[in-house]
């Protein structure tokens, strides 16, 4: 079986870094291909309870992707990954710095 932690680690990377490099003016195709990928990522995600929740999630408080712009991208999947950090007690992360973690690189 894969390794939840791994694998959860590698997928938010992945996931954060399409939202960061996806345009701040997507075309339709480009929002559809989003949207798609999400879709199929929240089916075929190899960890089954993983899986679910995030299915759940979209179905409820999250909703379908928002896939507008980069911002709203980026921000949708923080709020993503901050429903699993609270399900796993994990600290939240202030989506605020999105961009900063992600992007732009932390300024220190
Ligand atoms: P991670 O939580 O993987 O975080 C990696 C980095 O992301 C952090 O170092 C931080 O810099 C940054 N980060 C943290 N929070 C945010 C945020 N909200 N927005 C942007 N950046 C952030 N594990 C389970 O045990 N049970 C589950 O049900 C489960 N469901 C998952 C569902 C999905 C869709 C995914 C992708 C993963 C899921 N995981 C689940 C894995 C879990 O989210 C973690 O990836 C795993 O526990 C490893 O955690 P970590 O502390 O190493 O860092």
New binding site residues.
Partial sequence: PPD??????S???L??SIAATYPEKPSTQQQQDATTFISS??RL?P?H???T??QSWMKGAGGAPKVSSRQEFGQW??????E??K??G?E??D?RK?EE??RTGWKD
């Avoid at 939840?4 to 680690?9: F, P, W, Y």
């Avoid at 999947?77 to 901050?82: G, R, T, V």
């Fill in positions: 939840v932690e791994l694998l959860g680690r997928s938010w990377t996931l954060h990522f929240s995600y960890c309870w993983c899986a929740d995030f999947l923080c709020e993503a990954q901050n699993v950090n399900k796993l994990k939240e992360f989506c999105w973690r992600w």
